[in-house]
């Protein structure tokens, strides 16, 4: 089946750092995904969509300057956390559409903690 | 390995009708269950989030229910309308915080 990487799975970093995280769909063309995160106790919540050759679609409350979205190819979405806080440290994961649209292959995550 | 089925895999039913999705996980040692929709080409929904201490979560016309000991969660959909046609997603997360998804109900609220 479909795969989807994220780089890096673990990242710890000092308050005021850009951080970036990398999402690749291995054996398809995404032109579309998906950004996610997760914090303690709470829900996966989705928090932009990334298209391939234009910007990023965000949603409510979630800064565009601050999570930075670049889908530069049809395989390679990435999101940058800029000057990150510790309030930003939480569970990001990525999605891609597939099988036509209607399946969704998710990366395994990526562990961001800001000190 | 942590599995987790949904059944059905599609669900066809006229408006108006309460309906039940499923979702079963093999691992009891749950963090939390959550109820997802995903409409083409969209990102995904959050419904409803279960907690592992919690037995089950109400949000309008839907309702999560979480049995450890079987090891099922039920989302049950009253008074369904074509609006709530789409592909409704569960995904496990367990004691190490990892999740686990379902392949997901289609389901399609005829008219």
């Known amino acids: 089946g479909a795969v989807v990487s994220q780089h890096p799975s673990w990242v710890i970093c000092k308050s005021g750092t850009s951080v970036k995280i990398e999402c690749r769909s291995l054996?398809?063309?995404?032109?579309?995904m998906f950004w996610y995160r997760q914090f303690p106790k709470q829900s996966l919540m989705l928090m932009a969509t990334?298209?391939?050759?234009?910007?990023?679609?965000?949603e409510q409350g979630v800064e565009k300057d601050k999570f930075l979205i670049n889908h530069a190819s049809l395989t390679l979405s990435t999101l940058t956390v800029t000057s990150a806080h510790p309030e930003d440290s939480s569970f990001y994961i990525c999605?891609?559409?597939?099988?036509?649209?209607?399946?969704?292959?998710f990366g395994p995550g990526t562990r961001l903690l800001v000190l | 390995k942590q599995e987790v089925t949904q059944i059905p895999a599609a669900l066809s039913v006229p408006e108006g009708e309460n309906l039940v999705l499923n979702c079963s996980f093999t691992?009891?040692?749950?963090?939390?269950l959550q109820w997802f929709r995903q409409d083409p080409g969209k990102g995904l929904t959050s419904l409803l989030l279960?907690?592992?201490?919690?037995r089950e979560q109400t949000s309008g016309r839907l309702n999560a229910s979480l049995d450890k000991s079987s090891g099922r969660s039920t989302l049950y959909i009253a008074a369904s309308q074509p609006g709530d046609s789409a592909t409704y997603l569960c995904?496990?997360?367990?004691?190490?915080?990892?999740?686990?998804f379902g392949k997901g109900t289609k389901l399609t609220v005829n008219p």
């Open positions: 279960i907690q592992s201490s919690q």
């Open positions: 999605s891609a559409p597939g099988g036509g649209g209607e399946t969704q292959y």
């Open positions: 691992d009891s040692a749950i963090y939390n």
């Open positions: 054996d398809f063309q995404a032109t579309t």
């Open positions: 995904i496990f997360q367990g004691g190490s915080e990892k999740l686990v």
């Open positions: 990334s298209n391939e050759g234009s910007k990023a679609t965000y």
